[in-house]
């Protein structure tokens, strides 16, 4: 059964910033919610129209990402046997996806882009980063649901360049500590974090280059419409070392809920607004949460 995925630990009552990975239980790579058929539309509707914005991959990654294609393949067979089935072959499979109605062939160097065609039969956002020099490199991917951020601008970038905006990263060297904790993952071993924000309207593909589009949306929120058109967003994401290429897989599942819908938890609203009011103002402009926060803490205020 599907379950909104609340960020916050049992007890949580203030903002702090840290590795929140935690080792799987169950392992998974990818999971599929009732909102599949909308998203993967979605999902392939943005590719086609900035295939660009969606997917990079740099010459070296085509094993890896074949690798990291038949790893989340078999998964999808296991875990989801009513709606995938999955046939191998001696130099690739087809996969059968029962609920959008096709068959596809996976080819070995066939499929020029495996990474990005298997990404086109799951909800999350599939990153390969790479480790070479004692540091981690985002050198593949397909992103079409990111939270502000670039895949075409972070192509080939380090790990701790990509997060250098992030307020809060490199203090006590926490940038450091991260990718030292990525650095020694081993395949076997996955392990889950999650990232939340606030996001005024429903939309998932919030690319750093549609800003002007989702980004006025911000401005628009008033005391009347915050329960509905403010979302809670998390991010699941989940961290694999593949055993092969020895390439760390890093899927992201995004999540939306209503401030609405989650204050029919009453602890759970009040553990929203508690953590909002320690938030540090250098993360809350970060989050985007600036301009509609007053709106958010008296419409948690009116329901506690």
């Known amino acids: 059964m599907y379950s909104f995925p609340f960020p916050f630990e049992e007890g949580q009552s203030h903002y702090f910033y840290k590795n929140n990975a935690v080792q799987m239980k169950n392992r998974t790579t990818v999971q599929i919610t009732p909102n599949y058929l909308k998203e993967m539309k979605l999902k392939r509707d943005t590719i086609i129209k900035n295939p660009e914005r969606c997917f990079v991959a740099l010459d070296h990654t085509y094993e890896a990402q074949w690798e990291?294609?038949?790893?989340?393949?078999?998964?999808?067979?296991?875990?989801?046997?009513?709606t995938f089935t999955m046939t191998s072959r001696k130099y690739g499979f087809t996969l059968n996806n029962h609920l959008l109605k096709e068959e596809v062939r996976f080819d070995y160097k066939v499929n020029k882009e495996?990474?990005?065609d298997i990404g086109k039969h799951v909800q999350e956002d599939l990153i390969l980063m790479f480790q070479r020099e004692g540091q981690l490199f985002l050198d593949a991917g397909q992103l079409c649901f990111p939270s502000n951020w670039s895949l075409a601008f972070n192509k080939g970038m380090a790990f701790m360049d990509i997060h250098r905006p992030v307020p809060g990263f490199q203090e006590g060297q926490l940038d450091r500590r991260i990718e030292r904790f990525l650095l020694?993952?081993?395949?076997?071993d996955p392990f889950?974090?999650?990232?939340?924000?606030?996001?005024?309207?429903?939309?998932l593909n919030t690319h750093l280059e549609t800003f002007p589009e989702w980004g006025k949306k911000r401005y628009s929120v008033t005391e009347d419409?915050?329960?509905?058109?403010?979302h809670v967003r998390v991010e699941v994401q989940k961290l694999h070392r593949l055993p092969k290429t020895y390439t760390?897989?890093?899927?992201?599942?995004?999540?939306?809920?209503?401030?609405?819908?989650?204050?029919k938890d009453l602890n759970k609203a009040n553990q929203l607004y508690t953590?909002?009011?320690?938030?540090?103002?250098?993360?809350?402009?970060?989050?985007?949460?600036?301009?509609?926060?007053?709106?958010?803490?008296?419409?948690?205020?009116?329901?506690?």
């Open 275 to 304: 953590i909002l009011l320690s938030l540090p103002k250098p993360i809350e402009e970060y989050k985007g949460i600036t301009p509609y926060k007053s709106h958010v803490m008296n419409y948690l205020e009116g329901v506690l």
């Open 114 to 116: 495996p990474l990005n």
């Open 184 to 188: 020694h993952l081993c395949p076997g």
């Open 248 to 263: 760390i897989l890093f899927t992201i599942h995004t999540h939306l809920l209503s401030l609405k819908e989650l204050s």
């Open 68 to 82: 990291a294609t038949l790893y989340i393949a078999k998964e999808l067979a296991l875990r989801y046997p009513d």
């Open 192 to 203: 889950e974090r999650s990232n939340w924000s606030l996001m005024a309207g429903e939309t």
């Open 225 to 230: 419409t915050v329960g509905n058109y403010v």
